[in-house]
């Protein structure tokens, strides 16, 4: 089945402990994306990338790494969570970044940093 | 600035009734612009992708359509159900200097009530 999968789904954490949030596709998509989704801001893109070894800022950054090594897998870190990255986060693929690139998005993952 | 509205932010109707939610984007040099669906807690679903050159797209009771030069597009139901009850989002790819960037809509609330 294709799809964009992440994990964990749910994560309880406290500030300054590093996590990773793991996501992959299995559609061979060159381009992926995270996003996070905050009530009140809707959804708001925090990196990109269109292939292999590229990575892109979108509206949100900080605080947040993203590499992006391998075609299926593009992990988001964050170094040091604080409370105000408590969100949920979701991460999506698409075959590449044309006028043809509909997105298709993972389950989500539920983050709460204490 | 690439701006996404999507009025309105809620949406009641009583079940049977067609319906259409609404999405206005800065700037009509679009790449394309998707729809989706979310489900309480849940990722986004696919809907329906629409390319700059199209003025419609299709899928069963969903119709969606294009107009690049008003900038906006619109999301028609037919025939409402309890289960199409759902956030509706839509989101707009500009490409050029913004390739790879996805701005999102904050969505409208859609509840069918038998």
């Known amino acids: 089945e294709a799809q964009v999968t992440q994990n964990p789904r749910y994560l309880i954490t406290v500030t300054g402990k590093k996590l990773t949030v793991t996501c992959s596709q299995n559609m061979n998509h060159e381009y992926m994306s995270w996003y996070r989704q905050d009530p009140g801001l809707g959804l708001r893109q925090i990196y990109y990338?269109?292939?292999?070894?590229?990575?892109d800022k979108g509206d949100v950054p900080e605080g947040y790494k993203v590499s992006r090594k391998e075609k299926r897998n593009f992990p988001l870190i964050l170094e040091s969570p604080s409370p105000n990255q408590t969100s949920l986060y979701f991460c999506?693929?698409?075959?590449?970044?044309?006028?043809?690139?509909?997105?298709?998005f993972g389950p989500g993952t539920r983050l709460t940093v204490l | 600035k690439q701006e996404v509205t999507q009025i309105p932010a809620a949406l009641s109707v009583p079940e049977g009734e067609n319906l259409v939610l609404n999405c206005s984007f800065t700037d009509s040099a679009i790449y394309n612009l998707q729809w989706f669906r979310q489900d309480p807690g849940k990722g986004l679903t696919s809907l329906l992708l629409?390319?700059?050159?199209?003025r419609e797209q299709t899928s069963g009771r969903l119709n969606a359509s294009l107009d690049k030069s008003s900038g906006r597009s619109t999301l028609y139901i037919a025939a409402s159900q309890p289960g199409d009850s759902a956030t509706y989002l839509c989101a707009v790819y500009w490409g050029g200097s913004t390739l790879g960037r996805l701005y999102f809509g904050r969505g409208t609330q859609l509840t069918v009530w038998p």
């Open positions: 999506a693929s698409a075959l590449g970044s044309g006028i043809n690139n509909e997105q298709f």
């Open positions: 990338s269109m292939n292999v070894e590229v990575t």
């Open positions: 629409i390319q700059s050159s199209q």
